[in-house]
């Protein structure tokens, strides 16, 4: 993808032929169709936490949501855990996948952490586990499976968790600029110290709010991260092996359009 959007040529030389060495692609394919085909081989043969991750965005979020009205982000850091994909659109979810090349080790831990901070969260796994994560998690968490067909089935809806949330930890997940604008729309006013005394200062105005008030004011602002409109587009052009993997990468508006223009030509050999 990188290389896509910088048009490296040379780089994508050297991808593109040991793409074709694999044997799975037919003379003359295309960027978007040796996606697809590097896709299906994964399908068949190596369940990984992409094809899960992938699969959620679409069937999850994409059909529901318009990506102009929520804020999607892989990998979002809360306490000691990177939540898989974090979604906020009016409230927060998180999706924490699981698949068969996993163990359930850290799981707990991670939702130790996801309990301080999403009002929704779910676990997305595959048959095998079910049983198991049932017996690890509050009956408040969700259960998606991915099932034989790529499809996800839902096994338990998630509850709100909002009384659970610790309004230090939604502080922490917030950029200087978001929560010193928290303060300042609430307070009417930001703390006159010196930058290295702000954050403790904003801190202790910030737990003064409810946990309802300071969970919605944390969702608003993580939603100012909003994708640009290039950046939309680029998702929604872009064939299904790819669709989350342009989630991880904010390029932009010119790099979006070199990424759309490679799609449909042949691999450099």
């Given at each position: 993808?990188?290389?896509?959007?910088?048009?490296?040529?040379?780089?994508?030389?050297?991808?593109?032929?040991?793409?074709?060495?694999?044997?799975?692609?037919?003379?003359?394919?295309?960027y978007s169709q040796?996606?697809?085909?590097?896709?299906?081989?994964?399908?068949?043969?190596?369940?990984?936490?992409?094809?899960?991750?992938?699969?959620?965005?679409?069937?999850?979020?994409?059909?529901?949501?318009?990506?102009?009205?929520?804020?999607?982000?892989?990998?979002?850091?809360?306490?000691?855990?990177?939540?898989?994909?974090?979604?906020?659109?009016?409230?927060?979810?998180?999706?924490?996948?699981?698949?068969?090349?996993?163990?359930?080790?850290?799981?707990?831990?991670?939702?130790?952490?996801?309990?301080?901070?999403?009002?929704?969260?779910?676990?997305?796994?595959?048959?095998?586990?079910?049983?198991?994560?049932?017996?690890?998690?509050?009956?408040?968490?969700?259960?998606?499976?991915?099932?034989?067909?790529?499809?996800?089935?839902?096994?338990?809806?998630?509850?709100?968790?909002?009384?659970?949330?610790?309004?230090?930890?939604?502080?922490?997940?917030?950029?200087?600029?978001?929560y010193t604008e928290?303060?300042?729309?609430?307070?009417?006013?930001?703390?006159?110290?010196?930058?290295?005394?702000?954050?403790?200062?904003?801190?202790?105005?910030?737990?003064?709010?409810?946990?309802?008030?300071?969970?919605?004011?944390?969702?608003?602002?993580?939603?100012?991260?909003?994708?640009?409109?290039?950046?939309?587009?680029?998702?929604?052009?872009?064939?299904?092996?790819?669709?989350?993997?342009?989630?991880?990468?904010?390029?932009?508006?010119?790099?979006?359009?070199?990424?759309?223009?490679?799609?449909?030509?042949?691999?450099?050999?």
């Open positions: 993808m990188d290389s896509l959007a910088e048009n490296n040529s040379e780089k994508l030389k050297s991808i593109s032929e040991d793409i074709i060495k694999s044997g799975l692609l037919p003379s003359g394919s295309t040796a996606a697809e085909i590097c896709y299906s081989y994964l399908k068949k043969n190596y369940k990984n936490e992409y094809l899960y991750r992938n699969t959620i965005f679409q069937e999850l979020i994409t059909q529901n949501h318009s990506l102009y009205e929520c804020i999607t982000i892989p990998e979002f850091r809360v306490g000691q855990s990177k939540a898989d994909l974090a979604v906020f659109n009016g409230t927060s979810t998180v999706y924490e996948i699981k698949t068969e090349l996993d163990t359930l080790n850290r799981l707990k831990s991670q939702l130790e952490d996801y309990y301080n901070f999403f009002d929704l969260i779910y676990v997305v796994t595959y048959s095998g586990f079910v049983d198991l994560v049932k017996q690890l998690t509050k009956k408040t968490v969700g259960i998606y499976v991915l099932d034989e067909k790529d499809n996800l089935s839902l096994i338990r809806k998630a509850t709100s968790n909002k009384k659970n949330i610790d309004k230090r930890v939604l502080m922490a997940s917030l950029r200087k600029k978001e928290i303060i300042l729309n609430e307070f009417g006013g930001i703390p006159n110290v010196p930058n290295t005394k702000i954050y403790k200062e904003c801190e202790s105005l910030f737990m003064s709010l409810s946990k309802e008030k300071a969970h919605n004011y944390m969702v608003r602002a993580l939603f100012s991260r909003k994708l640009l409109a290039s950046q939309i587009e680029l998702i929604e052009m872009m064939p299904f092996s790819l669709k989350s993997l342009s989630l991880t990468k904010r390029y932009s508006t010119i790099q979006c359009n070199n990424i759309l223009q490679f799609l449909s030509k042949p691999l450099i050999v």
